[in-house]
């Protein structure tokens, strides 16, 4: 027989040694350990990405302060919100533990495949692509072609979101953007996730006043040679009585892209007819002429 102890033996001794060691240490080393999971994605948290993103993938200043900025911060999937044609919107909170907190709406695009909905070549006409080896490969729609045309729109949204947000135009505040996500304000009437236009049957004056805000906002885009490209009741939200306008990554330019005041001319069309329907009576030939007159 060996007079090596058995694994048991071995185990025991060990733990015996350390329980003795533990009876040791002085009180004034112990202290309270707290320990708390790891975010991960199995449970759907991860450490918020804000400061992990370059400077222009994080949202213009002033930054608001309801954004929490925290480097300990951790971000919880809330479930979806919406899927729409080529994005899904879900919620995310993020927040510091014991500190303060914020639900945000996460865009996230689908790659062209897992799409419903092409956009025509037309909203692109005079983008460029960052290198010849992405051009290439969206031409030839391989995975990568088609993962980079999703960040570009993305990209293109994030843009709008950033520009449109300081020049005071109503639009989400847009938090950051990682890749093919993007993390912007939470637009709620005060309670609830704000309803879209298309929902709502305003009274008389709140429905003047929407439109007035309406008005306004394509003016500003307007001012700067842009339409938004795919405006309607469904792309306009109801903070109360406050109109945000979300849904960018097709704006157009009015001026340098051939069917731009195409574009244009349905914005107001949708947007007018919709106001015609709900009684508030306005014209989207006049309209048109306003804005155009504003671009050049
Ligand atoms: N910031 C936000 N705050 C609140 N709700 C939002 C926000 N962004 C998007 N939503 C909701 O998610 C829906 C889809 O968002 P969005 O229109 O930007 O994406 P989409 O992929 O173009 O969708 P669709 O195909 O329906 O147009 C919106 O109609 C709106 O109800
Ligand atoms: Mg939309």
Redesign the pocket.
């Known amino acids: 027989m060996s007079d090596e102890p058995t694994l048991a033996e071995h185990t025991s001794a060990d733990s015996g040694t350390a329980s003795r060691a533990d009876d040791r240490i002085d009180p004034f080393f112990v202290f309270d350990f707290h320990a708390y999971d790891e975010p991960d994605a199995d449970s759907g948290t991860r450490w918020s990405t804000y400061w992990d993103l370059e400077r222009l993938c994080r949202g213009p200043e002033p930054v608001p302060d309801w954004v929490v900025t925290d480097r300990a911060a951790v971000d919880t999937e809330l479930g979806v919100?919406?899927t729409?044609?080529?994005?899904d919107?879900f919620l995310l909170e993020r927040a510091v533990e014991g500190g303060p907190s914020v639900v945000m709406?996460a865009?996230r695009y689908r790659s062209e495949e897992h799409r419903t909905?092409h956009r025509s070549s037309t909203y692109t006409e005079g983008r460029r692509t960052r290198n010849s080896r992405d051009a290439r490969a969206m031409a030839k729609q391989t995975a990568h072609g088609r993962a980079v045309a999703a960040g570009q729109w993305a990209w293109a949204e994030w843009e709008s979101l950033e520009t449109l947000w300081s020049l005071g135009v109503p639009v989400?505040y847009p938090v950051q953007i990682d890749g093919t996500e993007i993390l912007?304000?939470?637009?709620t009437d005060g309670q609830d996730?704000?309803p879209?236009l298309a929902q709502t049957r305003p009274g008389r004056d709140l429905l003047a006043s929407y439109f007035e805000q309406l008005r306004d906002a394509m003016a500003v885009l307007a001012g700067q040679g842009l339409a938004h490209g795919d405006l309607s009741p469904?792309?306009i939200?109801t903070a109360g009585d406050r109109l945000v306008i979300?849904?960018l990554p097709q704006t157009v330019d009015i001026v340098a892209n051939p069917t731009g005041t195409d574009f244009l001319m349905r914005d107001c069309h949708n947007v007018c007819t919709w106001f015609n329907a709900r009684g508030l009576e306005v014209d989207e030939h006049a309209l048109f002429g306003e804005l155009l007159a504003s671009a050049f």
């Open positions: 919100l919406k729409g044609k080529e994005a919107v709406a865009k909905f989400p912007m304000e939470l637009v996730v704000a879209r469904y792309n939200l979300i849904d």
